[in-house]
């Protein structure tokens, strides 16, 4: 029963924590984007503009709720809530030592996870029975799924080098040597793979202010809108979390770790301030015809390699 509890009690302080990780997120990126383009960002609520997440945060979830009269009610009403579920649930993964829970499958629960969150965003903008909400949500379809083949792909040529898909492994791995400096091309793909996955800018097409006005959540309001907002930003961090286990060293409870963390969350940020958005027939040649093949090429370069250290160990 003290286990029990121990996991739950461990699993409430995660999500604690990773929400107020997103607050802190949203601040840094609205405060790096106002000096990326000459001006301060957020600067009045609280010192230095600290407590407007949580400002935002209350005026958000007190605004009035819109009620659509030819909306799918309950899938409308119910996908913003599911989709940051998933974003929560999918943190679970990570290998917390109070927290006893230990997934030997890991990265398989993180895929599931990710082909769910298709889904929520699918439905989000269906069930608005909006013109624009219905494109971004196929286009975002479209988009994940193609964006999850190539990411599958890049993360099995680490699995084949590890033999495992538990994420402490990838930590035992490299202490001598970081995968990213065996492997940068797979991990620049597999960083903007994951943007891609994130839809984050320049592959933002699910949102495409443009020409979709702002794509899937277009008729939501409230705590609806935050929802979705909530999920996108938990992402973000999860797959910067994610990044830095499987490239930069592994997972340990070090400052430093925290830091190769932020700095790949704010990769994402500084990409959002620079880079224009793709053409959507770029995006997907660029899944297709650049990631496929580089991935594929690795991928059997690394089962030829494992297969011959494997000869030399059994010669010893």
Do not use: H
Request: with cysteine; charged share 10%; glycine share 6%.
């Amino acid at each position: 029963m003290m286990e029990l509890m121990n996991m739950i009690i461990g699993s409430l302080i995660l999500i604690l924590g990773v929400l107020i990780g997103v607050a802190f997120l949203v601040l840094l990126e609205r405060k790096v984007l106002g000096y990326i383009q000459i001006r301060k960002g957020p600067n009045k609520v609280g010192y230095m503009g600290l407590l407007q997440p949580f400002s935002d945060a209350i005026k958000l979830f007190s605004k009035e709720q819109i009620y659509l009269s030819y909306s799918n009610y309950i899938f409308y009403y119910f996908s913003p809530i599911l989709s940051f579920s998933l974003s929560l649930i999918i943190w679970m993964v990570i290998p917390y030592y109070f927290n006893m829970i230990m997934f030997n499958m890991s990265i398989l629960f993180f895929l599931c996870c990710m082909s769910l969150g298709v889904y929520m965003v699918m439905i989000a903008g269906w069930s608005s029975n909006t013109n624009y909400s219905l494109l971004g949500g196929l286009r975002a379809m479209a988009q994940t799924i193609s964006y999850e083949v190539s990411l599958i792909l890049i993360m099995l040529s680490s699995i084949i080098l590890i033999l495992d898909f538990n994420l402490m492994s990838f930590g035992i791995y490299q202490e001598k040597i970081w995968f990213i400096f065996m492997m940068l091309p797979l991990g620049l793909c597999f960083l903007s793979s994951l943007m891609a996955e994130v839809n984050r800018t320049p592959f933002d097409f699910a949102e495409g202010e443009s020409e979709l006005v702002s794509g899937f959540n277009t008729e939501y309001s409230s705590g609806g809108f935050a929802l979705i907002f909530l999920a996108e930003y938990s992402m973000i961090l999860f797959m910067s979390m994610l990044f830095t286990i499987m490239y930069l060293g592994g997972y340990d409870l070090e400052l430093m770790f925290y830091l190769k963390m932020v700095i790949i969350s704010f990769i994402f940020i500084w990409v959002r301030g620079t880079l224009p958005r793709y053409r959507y027939d770029k995006l997907m040649y660029l899944c297709w015809k650049s990631y496929l093949p580089i991935s594929l090429n690795y991928l059997m370069f690394f089962i030829g390699l494992k297969m011959i250290l494997n000869y030399k160990m059994n010669l010893v």
